[in-house]
């Protein structure tokens, strides 16, 4: 049965002039119109297809992608508001509804925010909503420590940004963990840094953790830009955080953990004028 909302694998099952109809199963032939009906399509061929609904709330299929399709997350920009609730462009004919019910704070023309789409019980219109929270998972989950995740920016805060986690539960990205910029929307495969006891999760982008050799990501790198430069590098714990930033790609913070590792493992040591690889 064809899933309003999502793509589909359907079958045609009819060529027309005006377009092409295709097995629905239970919602019957589904039309797509010519527009979106591919050159040499015929009879028996399988296309993969979004399904949405008209302003007479008739299913239509189409080529065309949404920038999210029911059940997922996504950061969407609100093209009109009116007195029922405000519209979203995500990349459909008809756009995504966000009733005034459905709104955490009153959205506003121009402006982004981060959605959940999902399909109405009632007379099955694809809408969004704005709290999201609600539909986040409730079930524990089973994260550990170094795990690899798929992430979408949800929003900033004070100490940096919350982050959707596979879709289904909230984590944090710290500022000093981000060494790159970011914005709403944005998807990124990271890792979870840490569980903490109350099994929230802080997040990072790059993988932590250590090597064989006990050397994490950054200390690697410090390592291999003094072997490349005659094992002595003119940076310390007073660089300006910004040439950091540029030679190693990291927050202050971090490269002075790394300087910090690297010299208890007796692999550097730190002088006035810069870092000696012993």
């Known amino acids: 049965m064809a899933k309003i909302g999502q793509v589909n ?24 119109p010519r527009r979106f009906v591919p050159e040499e399509c015929k009879v028996g061929d399988e ?31 609100v093209t009109d508001t009116n007195r029922v609730g405000a519209f979203l462009d995500w990349n459909m004919p008809k756009d995504l509804l966000v009733p005034f019910s459905e709104q955490k704070e009153r959205m506003e023309k121009d402006r982004f925010y981060t959605v959940y789409v999902y399909q109405e019980k009632q007379n ?22 170094g795990q690899e995740v798929s992430l ?11 982050a959707i986690v596979d879709n289904q539960y909230m984590g944090v990205l710290f500022h000093q ?24 999760l802080d997040l990072c982008l790059k993988k932590p953790g250590f090597n064989q050799a006990g050397i994490n990501e950054l200390e690697q790198k410090i390592l291999d830009n003094l072997k490349n430069n005659d094992s002595f590098l003119p940076f310390n714990d ?41």
């Open 152 to 162: 979408m920016i949800c929003d900033k805060t004070d100490i940096g940004y919350t």
């Open 124 to 145: 099955y219109r694809m809408v969004a909503s704005s709290k999201i929270n609600k539909f986040l998972s409730t079930q524990p989950h089973r994260y550990r420590n």
């Open 238 to 278: 007073r660089s300006e955080p910004d040439t950091i930033k540029k030679v190693f790609g990291s927050s202050k913070r971090s490269f002075k953990m790394a300087l910090g590792g690297l010299y208890k493992k007796r692999l550097i040591t730190i002088k006035e004028d810069g870092i000696h690889l012993l």
């Open 9 to 32: 694998r359907l079958k045609v099952v009819n060529l027309l002039d005006f377009g092409a109809f295709l097995d629905g199963g239970l919602l019957e032939d589904i039309l797509m």
């Open 177 to 200: 963990d981000l060494d790159q910029p970011v914005r709403m929307g944005m998807k990124f495969q990271g890792y979870i840094k840490r569980v903490r006891p109350d099994k929230k």
């Open 47 to 77: 296309l993969d297809v979004f399904i949405y609904l008209d302003s007479d709330d008739i299913p239509i299929a189409t080529t065309l992608r949404p920038k999210a399709q029911a059940g997922q997350f996504a950061c969407l920009k």
